[in-house]
């Protein structure tokens, strides 16, 4: 099997969801070149852990990262990403069309990452995928950017993998490229938004407690 080998094509079915037909009998990585909405080449890949499902309810990682970093005002460079998770056994939902599911529910992120060792180095891509990747971690950073001044400034930026002084490979956060991912106008916007979004909740709560309230005063008059 080539490392660029294409996924086998998903044939057509009637009924309203189907199952995933990736196959990692060889290999864990499928690894594909991708273009995305913008026109961007990208790879994808399906990265698949056998020992994962159990504790983290999903078992494959899926990245779509784009080829070409991006480089920040500082000069520092980052790619962008969009990653999701889900399970072998998963079902595809298609309305028309359409797919959905957990594999199509993408969270844009940006890292640091070496794009040759990531295609070659079986270490390294599970290093990545694994454990930079996880999803409570990447959740917890999308999280945190989403906050004015949380503990630590990351935008969407979630890090990168690289030696220890031990020789393995680990986890790394660049706090200079996060606070200046943080920065960047398209995550100030997405905090404003995310702002306004808590403050039509909190009114919708408040509404919906105060009808209530007129309700069962009306009920006892």
């Not at 086998?8 to 079915?13: C, D, L, R, S, V």
């Not at 991006?70 to 079902?91: F, H, K, M, R």
């Not at 971690?137 to 400034?153: A, F, H, I």
């Not at 935008?155 to 200079?176: C, H, L, M, P």
Request: charged share 35%; net charge neutral; aromatic share 12%.
């Amino acid at each position: 099997m080539g490392l660029f080998n294409r996924f086998k094509k998903e044939n057509k079915k009637t009924p309203a969801e189907e199952l995933t037909q990736t196959d990692f009998s060889n290999i864990s990585m499928q690894i594909e070149q991708y273009e995305n909405e913008d026109g961007k080449p990208c790879y994808l890949l399906d990265y698949y852990d056998p020992n994962s499902y159990m504790k983290q309810l999903y078992d494959i990682t899926r990245l779509i990262i784009e080829q070409t970093p991006e480089t920040l005002p500082s000069g520092n460079q980052v790619y962008c990403a969009q990653v999701s998770w889900y399970g072998i056994s998963d079902c595809e939902y298609l309305d028309g069309n359409e797919k959905y599911g957990r594999k199509y529910d993408m969270k844009n992120i940006r890292l640091q990452v070496d794009l040759e060792k990531l295609m070659y180095d079986v270490k390294y891509q599970s290093a990545v995928m694994k454990e930079l990747l996880s999803s409570k971690r990447v959740e917890r950073y999308l999280k945190q950017g989403l906050e004015e001044n949380p503990q630590y400034q990351c935008g969407n930026y979630v890090g990168y993998i690289d030696r220890k002084q031990s020789g393995e490979y680990g986890k790394f956060f660049d706090a200079t490229v996060g606070r200046e991912v943080h920065n960047l106008p398209e995550q100030k916007v997405l905090r404003r938004r995310y702002r306004e979004q808590l403050e039509k909740d909190k009114v919708a709560r408040n509404n919906k407690r105060r009808a209530e309230i007129e309700r069962l005063n009306r009920e006892m008059e």
